[in-house]
């Protein structure tokens, strides 16, 4: 094993040379790639809609094609759907990753060709240990196991007529990995891509458990679980007493912050590694290059052009849109991307704010709505909005106002969402209320549902009934009466719902 961890080593330290090429010419490297998607998809019915032929410049570019979000995208992913194929890119698509938080439907399903998988998600795991191993020359994560923590595929097709199938992008990375990755991985991939949650959890732990796992990958929410149950089968008081050997996490999906206390008293090494990614259903798009900074890189030779819209610009009716070489330190941008999966000047709903521009370097920095986010339920205004209004009708109540945030994994709770709500009507059933709100909040969100099933990632909600007029307080009290100030109605941290909770 140790001549395998030598060997492994140095097979990933090769693509330290590209990686240090965009790294000091990005401007150079992002041109190349918006030509070379121009190019491949000049024949797509996008492609001869917008004149990419036609095309010589980033102007011309920035001039002939409009910015898209999954709304006015949607038309040309229902054709591709349907089985019709080279509609915005040439080679035939069979996947798209599944989504959630649009205003069109419970989920949105994002286009993943061949070359986004190899080029892109493949290429992003891959630099990911690249990194790791020339940061830490000493490792010996490839004496055993990776555990990855992965998502679940949906078992029919998109449409009859089509060929596609759905799931979320970890599931469709993972059920598309070459053979030889999979010797490196646990558990199986038939227990990985399980669906019922409860008896993956079950069945990953028992798998895993006598495993020589040196890594982890996944989502932090579903991660404590998996080990909170390992520690329950194995009888132990933390994970090192399992898997001695455990040196590194790699994590994303959610910020990590909230969760870190948690990982240190489920693991307590001083010598144990943490490295974010991001890794979007639309693409990968940064990583932890240093080891001592929380800063991502952002990778620029992925086959994803990216602009950036200001995030003061965000609602206006023409906003300013700017390529890398415009972007400023210290600033608020939405993300925009052309991808080597079929999306072309398509706004993600992500904001960044960038830390250097020599290299790249950045940090997420929200969504460009409210939201909550705090296990990767992807929870929108507009979801909560529509659920609300609907457990509201159910219970013959009347909401005037209300804000959410997260209640985090701590010693004496699980996780879940804490709501307060200011009623026009006293209401005769809190737990009424809060069941309907659940059920209906699942019915518009398919991965809060995912997170609630079962309990098992994300309890019951807790709502508390504010005395009328306490919303009104606290904006006086903040000097933000009238005008365009708002009660905001989903934070994913919890500053606001605690200085509401500190007038009661």
Not at 81 to 100: E, R
Request: hydrophobic share 40%; aromatic share 12%; net charge negative.
């Amino acid at each position: 094993m140790e001549v395998l961890n030598s060997f492994m080593t140095w097979i990933f330290k090769s693509r330290l040379g590209q990686i240090e090429k965009f790294k000091q010419e990005p401007h150079s490297v992002q041109q190349i790639t918006l030509f070379e998607l121009l190019e491949a998809a000049k024949g797509t019915e996008l492609g001869r809609a917008y004149r990419f032929d036609a095309i010589k410049s980033y102007a011309d570019f920035a001039a002939a094609v409009p910015i898209f979000d999954y709304e006015s995208f949607a038309p040309y992913l229902e054709k591709n759907i349907k089985g019709k194929q080279q509609v915005f890119w040439p080679s035939t698509i069979q996947w798209f990753a599944k989504s959630s938080g649009t205003t069109a439907g419970r989920s949105k399903y994002i286009p993943v060709s061949d070359e986004s998988l190899e080029e892109c998600h493949y290429k992003g795991g891959k630099d990911m240990v690249s990194l790791y191993v020339s940061n830490f020359p000493d490792t010996k994560v490839f004496t055993g196991k990776s555990l990855t923590v992965g998502g679940t595929l949906e078992k029919d097709l998109l449409h009859p007529k089509g060929i596609a199938r759905a799931g979320d992008v970890s599931a469709v990375i993972m059920h598309n990995l070459p053979i030889w990755a999979q010797f490196i991985r646990t558990p199986s991939l038939e227990t990985a891509l399980m669906s019922d949650w409860e008896a993956k959890i079950e069945r990953m732990a028992r798998e895993t458990m006598d495993e020589n796992v040196t890594s982890i990958a996944g989502v932090p929410t579903w991660t404590i679980v998996l080990l909170q149950r390992i520690l329950e089968l194995k009888k132990a008081s933390h994970i090192l007493e399992v898997w001695p050997n455990l040196e590194v996490f790699f994590h994303g999906a959610v910020a990590f912050g909230p969760y870190r206390n948690l990982f240190k008293e489920l693991i307590p090494s001083d010598k144990m590694r943490y490295m974010e990614t991001y890794n979007a259903s639309e693409g990968f798009f940064g990583m932890q290059d240093q080891p001592d900074s929380d800063e991502l890189l952002l990778l620029l030779d992925y086959g994803i052009f990216y602009e950036f819209i200001p995030t003061e610009d965000l609602e206006k009716e023409n906003p300013r849109v700017i390529s890398l070489e415009g972007v400023e330190v210290g600033k608020n941008y939405a993300l925009v991307i052309s991808t080597n999966g079929g999306l072309w000047r398509y706004k993600i709903g992500d904001t960044i704010k960038f830390t250097s521009t020599l290299p790249y370097r950045f940090r997420i920095s929200g969504r460009t709505k409210h939201f909550i986010n705090a296990f990767g339920e992807e929870v929108m205004v507009d979801n909560t909005d529509k659920a609300i209004a609907a457990a509201a009708a159910s219970t013959g109540l009347v909401v005037k106002d209300y804000t959410a945030a997260p209640i985090y994994f701590g010693d004496q709770n699980q996780g879940a969402h804490e709501w307060l709500i200011e009623f026009e009507n006293k209401p005769e059933s809190l737990t009424a209320f809060t069941i309907a709100l659940d059920e209906h909040l699942k019915l518009v969100n398919s991965d809060y549902e995912a997170k609630r099933y079962k309990d098992i990632a994300l309890g019951l909600p807790k709502v508390t009934a504010l005395p009328v007029g306490l919303f009104h307080t606290w904006l006086k009290n903040k000097g933000k009466l009238g005008g365009q100030h708002k009660v905001p109605r989903l934070s994913n941290d919890r500053r606001y719902i605690d200085e509401l909770l500190l007038l009661l």
